[in-house]
């Protein structure tokens, strides 16, 4: 599923969706003068790919970098969660294999990839085959939620999935703070059967690959990288936050901010939206990461 826009918070699925060259080419022109979304100015791949202007062009960059790294296929994904709770993935899909973006998503594999869940949290590189990604952790979670039966079944469901679309092994990246709620994982991915083989040098050629669309998807697709912070909200937006994270009523912050009950509701169903948070209980877990200074989230 393709879509830019607002994104329905309380419309679980619509969190979870698909995007690509096509998105990309129809949406408005950046200008090269614009910076990085760090500051600096864009450079090495990502000044080549703003420079083009198709996805075709995209492809004729970055398909020969790949396969120079010893790469077959790369996977993009913006990632936001609630502690370790996936709640939003938006999925740029140009360089993934045929289908499997859509499946990722569909079959909710994102629930049991170790690749993921270490990538959210980590900036270090993660070497992987397919025998190392479905994760333990995730695993035991998953058992005791559905059975161990239903928690196997999905795991042999996804390595067979991930066996049929050629992804064998390779290397993941996080790029974005660790704990931060939101981060951007890429993942590399080769035909050869074990990571064993993978030599630094191709370690490094894909972490720039990484670094560089990152950096293109960030200016070019903004919409799909926006963490609202708490410089973008409004003094009633940030106090209805703080009154969240202390477990107040909507009553009781209307009678606090001098407004009314239906003021405050449409205040949160604004918030949720903002935060893509699906309930209260999501949306008090997020502004406490949002108010939080520097040391606090350590």
Not at 53 to 77: I, K, S, V
Not at 169 to 193: H, K, N
């Amino acid at each position: 599923m393709n879509q830019y826009g607002t994104i329905d918070a309380d419309n679980d699925a619509s969190n979870f969706f698909v995007y690509g060259d096509a998105d990309l080419d129809s949406a408005a022109e950046t200008p090269m003068q614009d910076d990085a979304p760090d500051g600096q100015r864009l450079a090495g791949i990502a000044y080549d790919l703003a420079k083009v202007g198709t996805g075709e062009a995209r492809h004729a960059l970055l398909r020969p970098a790949l396969r120079a790294a010893g790469f077959d296929a790369m996977c993009y994904l913006r990632v936001s969660r609630i502690g370790d709770t996936v709640n939003r993935i938006a999925y740029f899909n140009a360089f993934s294999p045929a289908g499997w973006a859509q499946r990722y998503l569909r079959e909710r594999f994102y629930e049991i990839d170790a690749r993921l869940a270490y990538s959210c949290r980590h900036e270090w590189p993660m070497l992987w085959d397919l025998s190392s990604i479905a994760s333990t952790h995730s695993l035991g979670a998953a058992s005791a939620a559905n059975g161990p039966c239903t928690a196997a079944a999905r795991a042999e469901r996804f390595m067979a999935a991930a066996r049929d679309a050629g992804l064998l092994s390779g290397v993941s990246f996080g790029l974005g703070a660790p704990d931060a709620l939101e981060a951007s994982v890429v993942i590399f991915a080769s035909s050869q059967a074990s990571k064993a083989r993978l030599p630094d040098m191709s370690i490094g050629h894909a972490y720039a690959l990484a670094v560089g669309l990152h950096e293109f998807l960030s200016m070019r697709a903004p919409q799909m990288h926006r963490c609202a912070g708490i410089a973008e909200l409004s003094d009633i937006q940030r106090s209805i936050l703080e009154f969240v994270t202390l477990g107040m009523n909507d009553k009781d912050i209307a009678e606090r901010l001098g407004t009314s009950h239906h003021n405050v509701d449409y205040y949160l169903r604004q918030l949720k939206k903002l935060y893509h948070a699906t309930n209260r209980v999501q949306l008090a877990y997020i502004a406490g990461r949002v108010l939080a200074t520097p040391a606090d989230r350590r």
